[in-house]
């Protein structure tokens, strides 16, 4: 544009049109450079991808026992695992993939099938493993390899010909024998005869089935309780019960639920128990102590009982302390277990020795009960050798089978037989479920004998067990 002075155009100086074009392209500047500062405009640096921190089990671990675990893959943050890509873990050995998951930082890879002796690997690989950042790399591969525990020796089955007691009496001798020229062919039938000692439920079986099984059992559960407690204790003095079925040809089996105060000088019965935890095995094999002196009063009693059976000629198969490492995962139930395998073996030696030492017993054949659950599941043979107090303290090894049932527990057999290497007779020495005893034999798993724990309903005995609820525990169903 000109302007006109004295009716002269006039051109701007070039100092107004320079600052004219200042002013004009700033804006277009500064929108520009916001342009070129905004964040969200630029690409942002690359996350670094999910890193593995450990593993459980370790990679490289060996001797492992159990036939299932869990593997977990531990990352140093959050992670995420696609069902697609859950489907690339592989498990090698020929094991079995059960699941796989994640929550939180860990993925889990749950395997079934492995067996002894045998190693095994669990890969995740390279982009199935993400984390939840933006610009984010998949994880690499990793992988984990265990191995098992070499596979258990196989026994046969060679029980001791002879009892532990070289002093056994003739009658014990004979039943034992007896036992042994069955054992393998044949599985002798039993039941508790009633709550402790009585035959209520034995004599029920009989009224079923015509005969009585032939093995009765009975309970010391109740000795040193108040005579009023639950009702009216039995006198285990009376030895009328154990004299009949014995007379009538059956073997007797006797257990003790052994009861013992959790103070000293307590009377309450309330305050007696089987699995109180302020007796100990320690303690009552501590000279001194108010549980050494109520252990051995207990022990006296006992031996005064078993001595009237001795007298009547009465050869008893013994079983003490049953039960005693209850699950070797989840804990024993039973004082006599709280302690430990090695306090227990010593008590079932104490006993053994005062039993057949000092008071002359010479008609027990010593039972041993077993356990078998580690976690609910069948436990290695380690762990049953533990706990077992010896060749020279046991005549039978028995295992108390809480199972589903008409199964042969054939597994259970071979583990029992195994971890004494053949050298005792197996027997079922407690069960709920009925079992299928012709399975038995075409599974080569004769377990010696069985004997099944007694139920009552309403008072009344019954050959099952129903909760309160209407729904069945452990035993056969009212059908069955």
């Known amino acids: 544009m000109l302007s006109h002075r004295g009716g002269q155009p006039v051109r701007p100086s070039l100092f107004k049109m320079k600052n004219l074009l200042r002013i004009l392209l700033a804006p277009a500047a500064m929108a520009l450079a916001f342009a070129a500062c905004n964040p969200a405009e ?20 060996e001797g492992l026992t159990e036939s299932s675990l869990t593997v977990v893959f531990t990352y140093d943050q959050t992670i995420k695992c696609t069902l697609a890509n859950t489907e690339k873990v592989t498990v090698s050995g020929g094991a079995s993939k059960d699941k796989v998951y ?37 994880a690499t591969q990793a992988s984990v390899s265990f191995s098992m525990k070499e596979g258990e020796k196989e026994y046969g089955r060679d029980p001791q010909a002879t009892l532990s007691n070289p002093k056994a009496s003739a009658g014990a001798v004979k039943l034992y024998e007896w036992l042994l020229s069955n054992y393998g062919t044949k599985t002798l039938s039993g039941a508790m005869g009633g709550t402790a ?37 039995p006198d285990y003095g009376d030895i009328t019960p154990v004299r009949q079925a014995w007379e009538a040809h059956n073997i007797i089996q006797i257990g003790w639920h052994w009861c013992v105060p959790s103070a000293e000088g307590t009377t309450d019965i309330n305050q007696y128990s089987y699995s109180t935890k302020a007796f100990g095995v320690k303690n009552a ?51 006599w277990g709280y302690d430990g395998p090695e306090y227990c073996k010593k008590l079932w030696q104490y006993l053994y020795n005062e039993f057949t030492g000092t008071y002359g017993l010479d008609n ?27 060749d020279a303290y046991v005549d039978i090894v028995g295992a108390d089978l809480y199972v589903a049932k008409n199964t042969t527990q054939s597994n259970l057999f071979k583990l029992v037989n195994n971890s004494v290497r053949g050298r005792k007779m197996v027997v079922a020495s407690e069960f709920g479920n009925l079992l299928d005893i012709d399975g038995f034999f075409a599974e080569d798993a004769p377990w010696g004998y069985f004997l099944n724990w007694c139920n009552f309903e309403d008072g009344k005995p019954v050959l099952y067990a129903r909760n309160s609820d209407g729904t069945y525990t452990w035993n056969n169903t009212a059908a069955d």
């Open 42 to 61: 630029q690409e942002k640096p690359e996350a670094a991808a999910p890193a593995l921190v450990s593993t459980e089990p370790e990679t490289g671990t």
């Open 102 to 138: 994640t929550a939180g930082n860990k993925l889990s890879v749950a395997v079934s099938g492995l067996e002894r002796g045998k190693t095994y690997t669990v890969t995740v690989p390279a982009g199935c493993v993400e984390g939840f950042k933006e610009n984010q790399k998949a």
């Open 197 to 233: 000692w009585e035959t209520s439920y034995t004599d029920y079986i009989k009224s079923q089935t015509g005969t009585y099984p032939a093995i009765v059992g009975f309970d010391y559960l109740f000795n040193n309780w108040p005579p009023k407690a639950w009702g009216g204790c």
């Open 285 to 335: 094999l501590t000279p001194g102590t108010w549980q050494n002196a109520e252990m051995k009063k207990q022990v006296a009693q006992i031996a005064g009982y078993l001595k009237l059976l001795k007298d009547a000629g009465i050869p008893v198969l013994w079983r003490p302390l049953h039960e005693a490492a209850g699950d070797y995962t989840w804990g024993a139930w039973f004082w």
């Open 364 to 390: 027990l054949i010593w039972v041993w009960t077993v356990q078998t659950s580690d976690a609910g599941r069948p436990a290695s043979v380690d762990k049953l050798i533990e706990w077992y107090p010896g």
